[in-house]
């Protein structure tokens, strides 16, 4: 099931989720709003590669926004800090950011029960958009569970600001296994 | 949880869910098939911006098809009018139409409980693709909901064919605050 | 409700679902990895159409990887068998993945109830990104169902392999009836 507007506000109260800082007025009728924090992400390399580290540049949106361009993947990350020991995060765009083109992820919705942090939006423009630090252009929906929990433990635990891939990290764990 | 077909028609005689009009061989498994209306929206400027109004102009689907190009956005909408006051509807691609890398929404895939209208797709073609009125390219999932509702009453209520991103009104509503 | 991981274990060895070949390494806390098989197929068309059948080739990803186009749709598949007679997949990128702005979907991310085969993934690089098989790119995740149950019975049931898009037969299924 997924909880309502007023049951996030009200499992938020009962400490059962956390999305902080919390404006009552960003509830929305099964979901909550997200805010753009101030930091971009970028890869510098060329060509990408699940196996290897790909190094990264940050980007401090501008006072007149950044003009996202469609050939780049940008990585972005909410004010909030959110997760849930209880529920499933699961994060969508905004619709009115959807209709200018503009993806806030790239098929990864599902955050782990258990993880705490800052969530990393994958910005992807299909046309150039300006987007402005503040900008509500995601969403965060929570939906209950069947089964034990089992807690997140993993590689972007806690974080603050855009993460970069740590998919080539999989390797190395593979291979000390 | 998410509703099987048979469920879904159990639920509009019900009259808990809207889908209109109703053909039981688009009932799916866990879904309903949705269909392309005739008339395509796109963006004129260059450069679009989440704080100002971006001017569309609106295409109608000749005959033959229209082919989408890779580098646009474009807004479509569903001949069905949908939505429920008590169920949460998601929409996705058929596998078919995803199969040929067109994206028929941008991450906003979630539908508030409450808003009633003509769904606006927000299509994204990957290689150029050509399209018809009438394909069913997309379908629509239920969702049941925990905690009280607040039906929806937002800008986009009662759409009737493809809608624009009102997304710069937020900050006329919040600079009206 | 979404299956926990340790759920998604109990809910296997019942025999409720399948994931097959399983290694409990894998299991997160609400979903199961999936892994990329060798084939890749491209189609050889300039412009796709939904009215016809647009030929594919396929590829077979070398040692060193596979380098991801921006401007290509690729179909892959996983190495798992997967799918349920009584609860939904839902299929979606491992955030790793989408983090390098690869998509592993393209708004198809469910499955019907009853289809058991691989799973197609529907490739889109953002920039281009170097692949390889036995990567783990995308994950599954398993939701209850609300109503009576109608296995699905379609076109790609039993899938191997990735499998293109079939949604030229619609065209022929209404024309025959």
Sequence with gaps: M???GPEIAREREAGRLILDPFDPGQVQPNS???TLGPTLACYTGEVLDTRRENPCTLVTIPEEGFVLEPDRIYLGSSVEVLGSNHLVPVIRARSGAARLGL???VT???IDVGSIGQSTFQFHAVQPVRVHAGDRLAQVTFWTTQGDITLYDGKYQGS???QPSQIHRDITAAAAR
Tied chains: 1, 2, 3.
């Design 2 to 4: 997924i909880l309502t």
């Design 32 to 34: 909550y709003n997200l």
């Design 103 to 105: 993806f806030v992820h």
């Design 108 to 110: 990864a919705d599902l």
């Design 160 to 162: 603050r600001g855009p």
